[in-house]
Structure formats: C-alpha cells, structure tokens
C-alpha cells in the first residue's frame, strides 16, 4: 500500500492490537495529527471476511461505528468522509 493510494491528510502507522491472544495486524489512522480511527485486519476464514479490514473503534464523529473494508484505501476513503475538517489545513 503506497502513501500515493492513501487520502489526502491521512496517514498509517502499523500496530499489533490487542483483540485476541497475541494481537492482530492493525492500523492508526491518522488524519494530520489526530488518530482518528483503528483498523484491524481480519483473518478469519469462517466469517468469508479474510483478508478484509475492520474499523475497531473511531474518533468523534466515527465513534461507535464498525464496518468491514475489502482495502485499507477503501476504509480510509470512508474514514475521511466521516471525520472533521481541519480548517488548520484547508486550502
């Protein structure tokens, strides 16, 4: 996954998340400076979601949401239409 492919402002930092025994793969989500999101990675088969990305938890307007993301691109895109504008960094 390029920085190319990622929205605009936004950026990822890779974290082992404690959601079962021994973490999984997860990803901050930063919108400049804010955290704004958590994503996981899942990896269960059963569910027909493997490979597939979960938002754990959002920030603000984001809070209490979950949804599942076939990519990264996809959940960051969504991300970004759901958090506040920083004004600090408008055009």
Do not use: C
């Amino acid at each position: 996954m390029s920085k190319a492919t990622i929205a605009p402002g936004f950026s990822l930092n890779e974290a082992r998340i404690g959601t079962v025994e021994g973490g999984e793969l997860g990803l901050l989500v930063w919108k400049f400076d804010q955290l704004v999101a958590v994503l996981t990675r899942i990896d269960e088969e059963a569910y027909s979601t493997k490979g597939k990305w979960f938002l754990e938890t959002g920030f603000g307007l984001l809070s209490g949401q979950h949804k599942n993301f076939d990519t990264v691109e996809d959940a960051v895109s969504w991300v970004g239409r759901y958090t506040f504008p920083d004004s600090a960094h408008s055009d």
